[in-house]
């Protein structure tokens, strides 16, 4: 019997590569970012037509929505430090064309609320499926409207992967607080070992696929896009790794759902985003703001990640 013939396999991290591959295929492969990324591009060139421009015109953002950025506290604060918190964020200076958002414990929502300016809207970290009854330990769309909310964070990675929710109970909550009224950040992601076998855009296209079949509309989703393995690990995926797939996140909302979804949807990442990168990070055309862990417990620091957007403006 001949003995099987072994072939190795190099990992891009977004998609598998094999050696024995002919030439034709692997410039397929090596050039999909590159096409994906020329098929959407809305931002034109300072020559071309001022009717073809963003909006905002003087910032460099394949989308067509305003910067957003975001700040999960997690289960982190006390009532004496999320005051502190909170006045240093009063008292910070913020650039104007920025969505800011901040989602504290349950517990000290009502606190913030009361206390935050109105500049920062209020996020809750997660809802209810349906509405609120003898769900223990959950909090429902209603009771977050009902405090003052905004938006809630629905999908993230520690909810898919501590907690254990599916990709299809997500898309069913993210329906029922759009609904009933909430923004959604909706978070995807990959582990490490998916990036490592070559399935990051496996992975994240099937997470998005569940929003998709339950969503009534994208009107008001922000996508998160949060590489499992850069969440508090304090490795933060390149500029480069995290445009890669905002590009492809990008296209399969314009394939999938509609062009017009694909340019107005906000793409904004998360992983280990900190002051000192968030400038680089925002230089990318697909990265439309943050969704910040440890550093949004810093005042100082989360406004420095929020005015990084002037990293993006242009000549117009």
Not at 83 to 108: G, R
Not at 273 to 288: H, M, R, T, W
Request: with cysteine.
């Amino acid at each position: 019997m001949a003995a099987a013939t072994s072939t190795s396999l190099t990992f891009s991290g977004l998609c598998r590569i094999s050696p024995k591959l002919d030439s034709a295929a692997v410039s397929s492969h090596q050039s999909f970012v590159h096409r994906v990324n020329s098929s959407i591009r809305l931002v034109s060139s300072p020559s071309s037509s001022s009717s073809h421009r963003s909006p905002r015109g003087v910032v460099a953002m394949a989308g067509s929505g305003k910067f957003f950025v975001g700040g999960n506290w997690k289960c982190n604060g006390t009532k004496d430090s999320i005051a502190k918190l909170v006045s240093d964020l009063n008292s910070a200076t913020l650039e104007a064309d920025v969505d800011v958002v901040v989602s504290p414990p349950f517990v000290y929502i009502d606190q913030v609320k009361s206390s935050l300016t109105d500049r920062i809207e209020v996020s809750g970290q997660n809802s209810w499926v349906g509405k609120g009854g003898a769900f223990t330990g959950e909090i429902s769309v209603e009771q977050l409207k009902d405090l003052g909310c905004k938006w809630v964070i629905l999908g993230h990675s520690e909810r898919r992967h501590v907690i254990g929710e599916k990709d299809e109970f997500i898309g069913k909550k993210a329906a029922y607080a759009l609904n009933e009224g909430l923004g959604v950040i909706a978070c995807i992601g990959e582990k490490l070992e998916e990036r490592e076998a070559g399935k990051t855009f496996d992975v994240c296209f099937e997470q998005l696929k569940a929003f998709a079949d339950a969503v009534p509309s994208w009107d008001n989703i922000v996508v998160a896009y949060e590489p499992v393995w850069a969440i508090g690990t304090g490795k933060v995926a390149s500029p480069q790794q995290a445009q890669e797939v905002h590009v492809a996140v990008r296209g399969w909302l314009k394939k999938n759902v509609s062009e017009e979804v694909a340019s107005k949807t906000r793409i904004i990442y998360g992983g280990s985003v900190n002051g000192g990168n968030s400038a680089e990070l925002a230089k990318e055309e697909d990265i439309d703001g943050f969704l910040v862990g440890g550093a949004s417990l810093k005042g100082p620091e989360f406004a420095t990640i929020v005015n990084s957007v002037t990293s993006k403006k242009v000549a117009a």
